[in-house]
């Protein structure tokens, strides 16, 4: 039976300010509605908190929406609370009216990066989304490639963009570069094609990357691209890049 906080949950999501509400994504199955209140409650004041959960199991789906009462709230809450790890997992934050499946899949244009070299012990998710995001806006959180049964990191990862104009500006000024005191190498990811965009390097022939002209001009015609550019809701203040580059040549 459906408690009386979860009835008033489902009662307020169709009626939710939008513009106040974050989005909160890969979340561990542990997490629970009274968890993501006593987190984000300290940014600001919090109205509503709702998980959707399996009809059957009543298990939630790995995400929920976090209304605040002050639409600045939310904005900070993506600012500070964003790649954060919640019970080892990276949460993905941001506003829920972008996050709609199709406004995701709308907004990876195949601006997507290749990060290797990096040091196993001291580069996560979070200093990738750290780093990174001084370029432009992230669409999806950045990954590690980890042992499945370690977690250890293998020294490198991916990072999406919304845009080749922030993509080639992370390369431009990343490529070479020192994070961590190693130097990193950035480059278009391959396409994914079998297991091409685990390793960054192609085992077969003929591999193609991201980037290319076909790539950019569809980019160039997304019809979300100016909303896009309006609400760029996961982009950080650029201090995040002074205050996690350090080390950097």
Do not use: W
């Amino acid at each position: 039976a459906l408690t009386t906080r979860a009835m008033a949950s489902l009662a307020n999501v169709e009626y939710r300010n939008q513009e106040a509400t974050c989005y909160v994504g890969n979340l561990d199955a542990s997490c629970d509605e009274d968890l993501l209140m006593e987190l984000f409650a300290q940014v600001g004041r919090v109205s509503n908190v709702h998980m959707p959960k399996d009809k059957l199991t009543s298990v939630h789906n790995g995400y929920g929406f976090v209304e605040y009462c002050d639409v600045t709230d939310a904005d900070y809450a993506i600012q500070t609370l964003n790649m954060i790890k919640l019970h080892g997992r990276p949460m993905r934050v941001s506003k829920s009216s972008l996050d709609k499946k199709t406004g995701r899949d709308a907004l990876d244009v195949g601006a997507n990066l290749f990060v290797g070299n990096l040091d196993p012990n001291d580069v996560d998710e979070k200093l990738l989304y750290d780093t990174f995001s001084a370029f432009g806006t992230i669409v999806r959180p950045p990954r590690v490639a980890r042992d499945e049964t370690t977690n250890q990191s293998k020294g490198y990862g991916f990072v999406s963009y919304d845009s080749f104009e922030a993509s080639d500006a992370a390369i431009e000024c990343m490529h070479g570069q020192f994070l961590c005191d190693r130097q990193v190498v950035v480059q278009y990811a391959f396409k994914k094609k079998s297991d091409t965009e685990e390793t960054g390097t192609a085992p077969g022939s003929a591999p193609e990357r991201h980037g290319s002209r076909a790539e950019r001009m569809l980019a160039a015609s997304n019809p979300m691209r100016k909303y896009i550019q309006k609400s760029a809701v996961q982009r950080m203040p650029n201090t995040m890049f002074a205050t996690s580059s350090a080390g950097m040549g």
